[in-house]
C-alpha cells in the first residue's frame, strides 16, 4: 500500500511531526507507525514535564533556539488543545559557597542566551525557599513552568483522531529500503511505501537509518530515575541545582504533577541492560545524598521509588554530540528521509518547534505536488 507521507514514531516529536505535516499537506494521505500499543510511553512519558526557559544550552545551538521557541508554542497549544500547563517558574540555587561562581557564571549565560525575566533573588526570597533547601546564591527564572505530558500526548493524540489522521499504534517498523524515489517500509504487519518518511523513533531512530546506510552516528543511552515524596514540600515554583560538570543532566530537582505529587530526579544511570524501565531496589539509598546536599527536612523514609525514563544521546562520528540532530537530504543526500537523533532535554519543552522546523524543511523540499 502507498501512503506518501509516514511518520515512524508516536512520541511527542511524531505526534507534532504530523500536526504539522498535516497543515502544510492537509489533502495528502499521511499515516504515523508506532510500534508500542499507546503513544508517548517511553521518554515523551517519562521526563520531569519541565518546561524549560533555555538557560543552560550554547548560544548558537538548536538546543538553545528551539526550547526557547517551544516554551511559547506549548503556551499557545495548551490553550488551543485544554492542556494545563503552569508557569511555576523556577529557583537556580547555590547550596554552598563554592557553587557561586558556577550560579554566577549560568546566570551571564542564561542572559546571553535571551531568558526573560532572570533575577537574583533578594534576602527575603532566599529566607523563604531556605525552609526547604541550602541556600547561599539563588536566582529565579520565571519562564520555566510545568505540563502533564501524559496529558499532553492524549490531547495532541485525540486532535489527530479528529482530523481523521491514521495513528497506527502496534506497527514496530522493522526495515525501512530506499528503492528508486520511493521508501519500502516493513512493519511487524505490513510493508509500505512512501515520498516522505520522518524517523522520529527517539532512542530507536540511530538504528533505523543504518537500513539506508547511514551509519556515522550511534546512540547511547542514559537511564534518569525518579522517587516520590510521601509529604508535602515546598511547590510554588521549581527548585535546582547548580548543573553538575557532566553533559549527562541537569541534576536533581523538584518536579511537580498536577495532582499534586512531588518528586526528585532525575539522576543519571548507565542503561546496562539496554533501554529497560526497571528501578534498582536501592534507588533511595542511591538519589538520598543529592537529594539532601540540596533539600531540607527529607527523611529516607519520606521516599519511594517511582518510575525513570532513558535519555537518548548520541555519538556522530564517535564523538559525544550534546546539540539536537536534525537530518534532512541536504546533510546526508537521501531525498525524502528526515531524522530527529539526539533529541534528549529540552526535547520535550522543544517538540512543538522541532516539528515546525522539520516540516518547513520538507515543504521547502516538496513544495510542489508530489
Ligand atoms: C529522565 C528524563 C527527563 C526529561 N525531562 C525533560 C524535561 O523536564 N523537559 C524537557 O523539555 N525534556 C525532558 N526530557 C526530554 C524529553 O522527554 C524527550 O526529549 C522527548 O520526550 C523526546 O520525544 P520523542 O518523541 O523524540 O521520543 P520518544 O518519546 O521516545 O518517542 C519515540 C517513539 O518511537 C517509537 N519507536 C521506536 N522504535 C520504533 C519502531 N521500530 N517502529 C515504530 N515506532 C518506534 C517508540 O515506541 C516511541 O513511542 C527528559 C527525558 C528524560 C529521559
Not at 504487519?189 to 543504518?210: Q, S, W, Y
Request: aromatic share 12%; hydrophobic share 35%; with cysteine.
Amino acid at each position: 500500500m502507498h501512503i506518501p507521507i509516514i511518520v515512524g514514531g508516536g512520541g511527542l516529536v511524531g505526534l507534532l511531526t504530523m500536526r504539522e505535516l498535516n497543515i502544510i499537506y492537509p489533502n495528502k494521505e499521511k499515516a504515523l507507525l508506532e510500534k508500542g500499543h499507546y503513544f508517548g510511553d517511553l521518554a515523551s512519558g517519562r521526563n520531569s514535564g519541565v518546561m524549560h526557559a533555555g538557560l543552560y544550552y550554547p548560544l548558537d545551538s538548536l538546543k538553545r533556539e528551539l526550547c526557547l521557541k517551544g516554551n511559547l508554542l506549548w503556551e499557545d497549544l495548551a490553550k488551543e488543545l485544554g492542556i494545563s500547563f503552569k508557569r511555576c517558574g523556577k529557583y537556580l540555587v547555590a547550596a554552598t559557597k563554592e557553587e557561586i561562581p558556577a550560579l554566577e557564571e549560568l546566570f551571564q549565560h542564561a542572559e546571553n542566551n535571551g531568558v526573560k525575566g532572570l533575577a537574583w533573588c533578594s534576602e527575603e526570597e532566599k529566607e523563604k525557599i531556605s525552609n526547604y533547601c541550602y541556600v547561599e546564591k539563588a536566582f529565579f527564572s520565571p519562564m520555566s513552568g510545568f505540563i502533564s505530558p501524559s496529558e499532553a500526548t492524549t490531547k495532541i493524540r485525540d486532535d489527530l483522531y479528529k482530523k481523521d489522521i491514521p495513528l497506527m499504534a502496534d506497527y514496530n517498523i522493522e526495515e525501512v529500503k530506499k528503492e528508486g524515489s520511493k521508501f519500502v517500509v516493513k512493519t511487524s504487519r505490513e510493508t509500505f511505501t512512501c515520498d516522505i518518511f520522518v524517523n522520529a523513533m527517539g532512542g530507536f531512530a540511530p538504528k533505523l537509518r543504518k537500513d539506508l546506510g547511514l551509519s556515522n552516528i550511534e546512540t547511547y543511552w542514559v537511564k534518569g530515575n525518579y522517587v516520590k515524596l510521601n509529604k508535602s514540600f515546598y511547590n510554588e515554583a521549581l527548585i535546582y541545582p547548580v548543573p553538575p560538570k557532566s553533559l549527562l543532566g541537569l541534576g536533581v530537582h523538584t518536579s511537580f504533577d498536577f495532582d499534586g505529587i512531588i518528586r526528585f530526579g532525575p539522576d543519571t544511570e548507565e542503561c546496562s541492560n539496554g533501554y529497560e524501565h526497571s528501578l534498582s531496589a536501592d534507588i533511595v539509598d542511591k538519589m538520598y545524598p543529592a537529594i539532601s546536599n540540596l533539600f531540607k527536612g527529607i527523611e529516607k523514609t519520606d521516599l519511594q521509588a517511582d518510575y525513570c525514563g532513558i535519555r537518548s544521546k548520541i555519538l556522530v562520528d564517535g564523538n559525544i554530540y550534546t546539540d539536537f540532530w536534525l537530518g534532512d537530504p541536504s546533510i546526508h543526500g537521501i531525498p525524502g528521509y528526515y531524522e530527529y537523533l539526539g533529541i534528549e532535554s529540552p526535547g520535550l519543552t522543544a517538540s512543538p518547534a522541532l516539528a515546525q522546523t522539520m516540516a518547513s524543511r520538507i515543504r521547502s523540499d516538496f513544495s510542489e505536488v508530489f
